[in-house]
């Protein structure tokens, strides 16, 4: 069965830096797309950006660009999303999910991985 | 940027009836539409895509309409587990965007 399965909850200061993985099973990882997707407390979600694993194709937000970087590793079917400068209202649960086709909707999402950032 | 707006931010309903999300698109997505449901400490799961075709293993309960701009998810004789919050998103556009959220509530 298709499973997405992240790192665990992080704990950052203001400034520093954080890596979140996703290590894909049950399909194959390099024939779909994966996104990134954030909820802050008690908020909606919000869309930060997407990985073409087959090729290593990007695409980030406007609002991230610059602060967060995603990268594959095909051997271990992984991705990783890297966000940078960390401010308090980057306080997220941070999932991974896969796209099912192009230009489709998430079908499988990853538990999600709570990034806490306090001084 | 396409912007996605749901309402009512809150719906208080019985169980046993019928309850209609909306979700309008600030410009046309065709039926590039999804829908989730999430509940309290999970992660969002899909319910419709495509504007109207329920995912896998989604009760025939839950249905989709509409194209264009106007959307809505209606479920039909509410169970409890059905109490949650709802997002649409469009997947038309880069970037995909979703609305704020429907929470749905026990009357």
């Known amino acids: 069965q298709v499973q997405l399965v992240q790192s665990g909850a992080e704990v950052r200061k203001p400034g520093a830096s954080v890596k979140v993985s996703c290590k894909s099973s049950?399909?194959?990882?390099?024939?779909?797309?994966i996104h990134w997707v954030r909820q802050a407390p008690g908020q909606g979600l919000e869309w930060m950006g997407w990985?073409?694993?087959?090729?290593?194709?990007?695409n980030y937000g406007q609002k991230f660009q610059g602060r967060v970087t995603m990268t594959r590793d095909t051997s271990i079917s992984t991705v990783y999303m890297e966000l940078s400068n960390l401010r308090s209202d980057d306080t997220a649960v941070y999932y991974c999910?896969?796209?099912?086709?192009?230009?489709?909707?998430?079908?499988?999402w990853g538990q999600g991985t709570l990034v806490s950032v306090s001084s | 940027e396409i912007m996605m707006t749901q309402s009512p931010a809150t719906l208080s309903v019985s169980p046993g009836e019928r309850a209609t999300l909306s979700c309008r698109a600030s410009?046309?997505?065709?039926?590039?539409l999804a829908w989730y449901q999430q509940k309290p400490g999970q992660a969002p799961g899909l319910l419709i895509s495509?504007?109207?075709t329920r995912a896998t293993g989604i009760p025939a309960r839950f249905s989709g309409s509409g194209s264009g701009t106007e959307f809505t998810l209606t479920i039909s004789s509410l169970q409890p587990e059905d109490f949650a919050v709802y997002y649409c998103?469009?997947?038309?556009?880069?970037?995909?965007?979703f609305g704020q959220g429907t929470k749905l509530e026990i009357k």
């Open positions: 999910t896969r796209e099912r086709g192009v230009a489709d909707a998430f079908d499988y």
């Open positions: 049950g399909y194959a990882f390099t024939s779909y797309y």
């Open positions: 990985i073409n694993p087959h090729n290593d194709d990007l």
């Open positions: 410009q046309s997505v065709g039926s590039n």
């Open positions: 495509g504007a109207s």
């Open positions: 998103q469009q997947y038309d556009y880069w970037p995909y965007s």
